[in-house]
């Protein structure tokens, strides 16, 4: 009987986990037959009731990665302990789930309920509901949740006046993904309507999953959309999620709680008993203010329990919360009378609460400061019902305005595109610069309350729902599994060792203090960084064409990924977790003519023409699925299963095609790279042959790397031709082209798993003769292949293929070669100056800013990379 331990990433246990959790663990090759062979005990030992199901599966049918799932509890254990035998079982929990920790979906023609033992849903299967109730013990605590939205339609200059209309998202489609016993999930999709009859088009599709745990009192929400809007004419004004809150009892036991800043609460009730110039007496303000029902009226000083009528009551409230600096609250009686200001502050959780003595409701928003401009209102909390809304992007703010942020420059031809490109790094096309098809997916909580809770104990639900509790397995027992190619855990056991060490975290360190002091935040933006640094304005170049969001380039997620596998740092893992939602949503296209590409480095993320499969590839986005066994990411890899399609639409390098004046695009002659394309595509087919089996990306991977292996250069032929009937390449091409780019978009970790994984001698030949020459000297590449091979840059990022060269052949002479070539190729990155920072204030800079003496994401992407396969390659050769 195996084991391994998992532990929670934020150190100790949390104080409880009201809605349950899930993460995702690999396990080596052949060592576990199914999920059903998987069970869970606590640190003590006792059996854990846990649901487990397979996420991916090795060539040989033995399960690779499992997602695995624990109930809500409100002692969980500081560790857990994963037991395996790797003999088969039933699907299903890995210890039967009792009665009373169960979570059970019951469908019905019209609607289904979910039941988690404490809560209640009823989810009809279409309409313009997300759910028409939610209860706690039987009570109805919220109903009638949906979708609503604005939409304006222009941004006025001057005095001018725009239109909104109100739309609401109507449910088409509900299905049950999960339907427990410990963990269900249930997913709908839809689009907004107008509310005004003949208002105009539907638009903003949109995914929504609830999940629900065994025992939870609180369901975790995933909402995705796509903007699907004409960028000249649609502009987003307002995006949130609307709930009727019933309320019951009398005005002064109904309860308004509003997260602020640092862990504090906004504590009322619609009718306040306290500061009267009479006091109502001690008993009836401490029981309002913890939330408890207030004694009998008859009981209270009778010089204000006869007044009660004459003290207002406070039925709206709103936090604003517009940009990543500062939130304002304020409040009114009701609609027609004035907003009263009730404070301020720099960042809110982005939780509230409103309920009375028999329960209610508490939303929260994750990454609420960090996504603005974000709101939340509650809205006629003096009625029989009151509305709760969670805006996700707030109808105080500007609205969104995604129009190209410049005319085109009389960019009309290639020509003058690439003389552009010269000069900002833009690679502009008409007509390219379009948000149409980009996404975006926000996580929130829901709360069901039986009472209004202790002000300590919505302070944890609000900080629960803004950093969810996370379980992951050890760094070494991830390395152990053999999962995702090369690299080791963090090793400081020699001076040279630790020097390294040392940079990778200074590299990390600076670049999530950039993200607070350069307010990389912002829907849109909140999870990318910027390419590159302005010395001269010290600041990034947030405004100069391909030099502003990197969208991915050289790899930057992967950089991030790799670091968390081998340190377990939670604040890594946050960062690339941040990162991957937005690259795989915001910097992808999902539907239109590029579903499926992403877009290059831009001021705008959605900017550049150059839309292509490097920015896409699911090498960036597996890793967060794996680990977490997130079905939105699932989804987005499901996007991608047949890019090769693009390739027949959109050529990626139409404007320096060198044969361009006879190269037509057609099903059985696609030029396909066999860098930054193939490796995308391998990385697809893998990631879905893994998933799903499927005999179609399976073949088309294995028949490509037969091809490649076949190919007299192998990936020195740089481009072969591709048919899209057959999924193979044609092997006769005769040429050498090398590319600086080729390999650094995840080419290098796709090919090393690949040849662990599948048994291709001639594609693992192909694959080593590229390693061993691309930084060989000219003499033993005109030896080898009959020419020095051009294009050869980025000398430090590519060390990592002469690491795997002369690890794979057991070189030596190799090896010192690798950290030679680290050390000759990177330039400011090899001495010590680089790795300090200095804080510059000066008249002419915004803010006082830390700033490194290089910097350029590219460098430290490659160079975190180069680091970590290296001392996993050949760390021991290291000096």
Not at 410 to 429: C, H, I, K, M, P
Not at 471 to 494: C, K
Not at 559 to 584: C, K, V
Not at 715 to 722: D, K, M, R
């Amino acid at each position: 009987m195996a084991e391994t331990l998992i532990r929670w990433i934020d150190g100790g246990a949390p104080a409880g986990i009201s809605g349950g959790t899930t993460w995702g663990m690999p396990f080596a090759r052949g060592t576990v037959s199914g999920s059903g062979s998987l069970a869970v005990q606590d640190a003590d030992g006792k059996p854990v009731t846990s649901q487990a199901w397979p996420l991916a599966t090795w060539p040989d049918g033995s399960l690779k990665w499992a997602g695995i799932a624990l109930g809500a509890t409100d002692a969980p254990s500081g560790s857990y302990h994963v037991t395996f035998d790797g003999g088969a079982a039933p699907s299903g929990a890995s210890q039967p789930a009792s009665s009373t920790a169960r979570v059970t979906v019951t469908e019905g023609a019209g609607a289904l309920t979910v039941d988690t033992g404490t809560l209640q849903m009823e989810i009809n299967r279409s309409g313009s509901t997300l759910f028409s109730s939610l209860s706690r013990d039987g009570r109805e605590v919220a109903r009638d949740a949906r979708l609503v939205s604005l939409l304006q339609d222009g941004v006025p200059e001057g005095a001018g006046t725009a239109r909104r209309d109100a739309f609401t998202g109507e449910v088409t489609h509900v299905a049950v993904e999960q339907d427990g016993p410990v963990r269900a999930v249930v997913r709908l999709e839809g689009r907004h309507r107008p509310d005004a009859p003949g208002g105009g088009r539907e638009w903003l599709p949109f995914v929504v999953r609830f999940y629900f745990y065994a025992n939870a009192r609180s369901v975790r929400m995933v909402h995705s959309f796509i903007w699907d809007g004409d960028a000249e004419r649609d502009f987003l004004a307002g995006l949130g999620v609307r709930f009727t809150v019933p309320l019951e009892a009398d005005l002064h036991d109904r309860h308004v709680r509003i997260a602020g800043a640092h862990g504090g609460f906004l504590t009322e009730a619609v009718r306040g008993l306290t500061g009267l110039r009479r006091d109502p007496g001690g008993a009836v303000r401490e029981a309002q203010i913890a939330g408890r029902p207030t004694p009998p009226p008859e009981t209270w000083n009778p010089e204000v329990s006869e007044r009660l009528h004459l003290i207002p009551t406070w039925g709206d409230y709103t936090l604003a919360q517009l940009t990543a600096d500062g939130f304002e609250l304020r409040k009114r009686t009701a609609p027609g009378h004035g907003w009263v200001g009730i404070s301020g502050g720099t960042r809110s959780a982005g939780f509230c609460a409103l309920s009375d003595t028999r329960g209610g409701l508490g939303v929260g928003i994750r990454d609420f400061w960090q996504s603005h401009p974000g709101q939340l209102d509650i809205r006629g909390a003096a009625a029989s019902e009151a509305t709760l809304t969670a805006w996700l992007y707030s109808p105080e703010a500007q609205p969104m305005d995604l129009r190209f942020y410049h005319d085109g420059l009389g960019q009309d031809t290639f020509e003058e595109q690439l003389e552009g490109l010269e000069v900002t790094y833009e690679d502009y096309e008409p007509g390219f610069g379009t948000p149409t098809g980009i996404a975006r997916t926000s996580e929130l909580t829901l709360f069901a309350y039986n009472s209004t809770p202790p002000t300590e104990s919505l302070a944890a639900d609000a900080a629960a729902a803004a950093t969810p509790a996370l379980l992951q397995a050890t760094p070494e027992y991830l390395h152990s599994a053999g999962v995702f190619g090369d690299w080791d855990p963090v090793d400081r056991s020699t001076p040279a060792r630790a020097r390294l060490e040392d940079r990778l975290d200074f590299l990390f360190d600076f670049y999530a203090g950039q993200v607070e002091q350069r307010r990389w935040y912002g829907f849109w933006n909140y999870g990318d960084v910027m390419h590159t640094y302005d010395f001269d304005r010290h600041v990034w170049r947030y405004d100069v064409g391909g030099y502003a969001w990197d969208n991915s380039e050289l790899s930057p997620d992967l950089w991030l990924w790799y670091s968390y596998l081998r340190s377990g740092r939670a604040d890594i893992f946050r960062f690339a977790e941040a990162m991957t939602r937005h690259t795989g949503e915001v910097d992808v296209y999902h539907l239109g003519p590029w579903k499926g590409l992403g877009s290059r480095h831009n001021v705008q993320h959605w900017g550049c023409s150059a839309k292509q499969l490097r920015i896409s590839t699911p090498a960036y986005r597996r890793f967060y699925y794996y680990l977490t066994a997130d079905e939105r990411t699932g989804d987005l890899l499901a996007e991608l299963v047949d890019s090769d399609q693009n390739f027949l639409g959109l050529d990626p390098v139409r404007k320096v095609r060198p044969d361009a004046a006879t190269y037509r695009p057609d099903r059985g002659a696609l030029g396909v790279g066999l860098g930054t394309d193939w490796g995308s595509l391998a990385a697809t087919w893998l990631t879905d042959w893994e998933r799903t089996g499927n005999p179609r990306s399976r073949d088309r991977l294995l028949g490509t790397m037969a091809d490649i292996g076949a190919l007299k250069y192998g990936f020195l032929t740089g481009e072969a031709l591709y048919s899209l009937d057959t999924g193979r390449f044609d092997t006769r091409r005769e040429q050498i082209s090398v590319s600086h780019l080729s390999a650094v978009f995840g080419l290098v970790e796709i090919c090393s798993e690949l040849v662990d994984l599948v048994d291709d001698p001639d594609f693992e030949r192909a694959w080593l003769q590229y390693c061993r020459l691309f930084l060989a000297t000219p003499e033993e590449q005109i030896e080898a292949v009959g020419q020095p091979l051009p294009g050869i840059y980025l000398t430090q990022a590519h060390s990592r293929l002469t690491a795997y060269a002369a690890a794979r052949l057991g070189d030596p002479e190799l090896a010192g070669r690798t950290w030679e070539s680290f050390a000759e190729g990177g330039e400011h990155l090899n001495h010590d100056s680089a790795f300090t920072l200095r804080k510059i204030r000066a008249p002419h800079v915004l803010l006082p800013v830390d700033e490194a003496p290089t910097v350029s994401t590219n460098d430290t992407a490659q160079f975190g990379l180069a680091v970590i396969q290296n001392l996993a390659l050949v760390g021991k050769h290291l000096r």
